[in-house]
């Protein structure tokens, strides 16, 4: 399956579906996950924590993307309640399956801030 269509598939699991578990399809077993606020180092882990807790009110629209043989990038504008903000989102595929997933965003955003009231 060429990368882009894994992101794509990812991405529509993710935020229409919203059933984690079929991750598992997509993903490699030792799928890496890294982002500003959270890393995993296999699929079952990174599903478990979808899982706990999940993307509830998330969204996003697609601005851009961009394949290559074994890597594709999604670039696009995120939105839950009360944040809007870009991010992108860096696929890397073997065998048919993502194998590392690298997202990039501004965490401030999503950090609660300290009031010293």
């Known amino acids: 399956?060429?990368?882009l269509i894994l992101a794509l598939r990812y991405m529509?699991?993710?935020y229409n579906k919203k059933e984690p578990h079929l991750l598992m399809?997509?993903?490699d077993e030792r799928c890496a996950f890294s982002g500003p606020l959270y890393h995993f180092h296999s699929a079952a882990d990174y599903i478990d924590?979808?899982?706990k807790n999940p993307p509830d009110g998330f969204g996003f629209d697609l601005i851009r993307s961009y394949e290559d043989e074994n890597t594709a990038c999604?670039?696009?504008q995120f939105h839950k309640p009360g944040i809007r903000t870009p991010m992108a989102q860096f696929f890397e595929v073997r065998?048919?399956?993502i194998l590392?997933?690298?997202l990039i965003f501004d965490s401030a955003?999503?950090?609660p801030f300290n009031n010293p009231d």
Do not use: A, G, Q, T
């Open 49 to 51: 924590s979808l899982k």
């Open 25 to 27: 399809e997509i993903l």
């Open 1 to 3: 399956m060429k990368p």
């Open 100 to 102: 590392k997933i690298l």
């Open 95 to 97: 065998n048919d399956k």
């Open 12 to 14: 529509d699991i993710l």
């Open 109 to 111: 955003l999503f950090r």
């Open 74 to 76: 999604l670039v696009y």
